[in-house]
């Protein structure tokens, strides 16, 4: 399966991606991480990304398609993908669709999360994640066993520096300029599949699950 995964920050991408993986073991390709590791290493693409992510803005479409083509040209996604953050505009939308006629691996469905601004607020400041492994938690909703240390790997957790609500605002308003009409396009292509993400996430998994098992 080739799918997308679309939404605002804080709707869930990333918690149901690790889900989806684990199903149906296509590969997790999530623009943001990508970065997060760039940034990281002080690789060029981290230093030209780390501005605009820390102040919540998208990073030049120039540098992010460059970055995905190289991904998504590698052998192990000739047996499906999960773009997780990518595309986020029309330019983008465009992009993926040409880098995926070119492996010959079309997008077969569009994941599209769905959850109100409120909750978003609540999910990104109260967000946790593993400096190791990445694993995603909340202070509320997904504690873990011992407060700041990762169930998995041991790993102390950290809190990214655009989770707070000034940020959020800034990258919610990007989502919905930019991003929303990219969802309108592949809604006109009758790709996109609405998920009620505002319940809880073992449900949002059950409601995934069911649209998964129809396109399989
Ligand atoms: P990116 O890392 O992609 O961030 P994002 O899209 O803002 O999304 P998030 O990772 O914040 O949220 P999520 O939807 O994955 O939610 P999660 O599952 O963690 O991008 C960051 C930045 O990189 C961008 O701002 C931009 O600068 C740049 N960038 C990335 N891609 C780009 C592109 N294509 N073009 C240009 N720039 C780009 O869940 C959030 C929290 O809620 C967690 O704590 C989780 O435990 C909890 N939670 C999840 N689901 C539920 C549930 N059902 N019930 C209760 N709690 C839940």
Redesign the pocket.
């Known amino acids: 399966m080739n799918l997308l995964i679309m939404?605002?920050?804080?709707?869930?991408?990333?918690?149901?991606?690790a889900q989806i993986v684990e199903a149906y073991g296509v590969v997790h390709i999530?623009?943001?991480?990508m970065?997060?590791e760039a940034i990281a290493n002080e690789t060029p693409v981290g230093l030209e990304?780390k501005s605009?992510?820390d102040n919540?803005?998208?990073?030049?479409?120039s540098v992010?398609d460059r970055m995905?083509k190289e991904r998504i040209s590698q052998d192990d996604c000739l047996n499906g993908y999960l773009l997780?953050?990518?595309?986020?505009?029309l330019s983008?939308a465009h992009a993926i669709e040409e880098m995926a006629a070119e492996i010959n691996r079309p997008i077969d469905l569009v994941i599209n999360?769905v959850v109100d601004y409120q909750e978003l607020v609540k999910?990104?400041t109260?967000?946790?994640?593993c400096k190791t492994c990445g694993a995603?938690?909340?202070v509320d909703?997904?504690k873990p066993q011992i407060e700041g240390v990762c169930d998995i790997d041991g790993g102390a957790l950290y809190q990214?520096v655009?989770?707070t609500e000034e940020k959020l605002a800034v990258?919610f308003e990007?989502?919905t300029k930019q991003t929303e009409p990219s969802i309108e396009y592949f809604r006109e292509k009758g790709l996109v599949r609405d998920i009620d993400?505002?319940?809880?996430?073992k449900?949002?998994m059950d409601d995934i699950r069911n649209i998964l098992e129809a396109v399989k």
């Open positions: 939404g605002p920050a804080g709707s869930g991408k990333g918690t149901m991606s999530s623009t943001g991480d970065f997060r990304a605009y992510m919540g803005k998208l990073v030049p479409d992010t995905v997780d953050g990518y595309p986020r505009n983008q999360l999910r990104i109260g967000r946790r994640i995603i938690y909340h909703f997904h990214r655009d989770d990258r990007e989502y993400a505002s319940q809880d996430a449900k949002v």
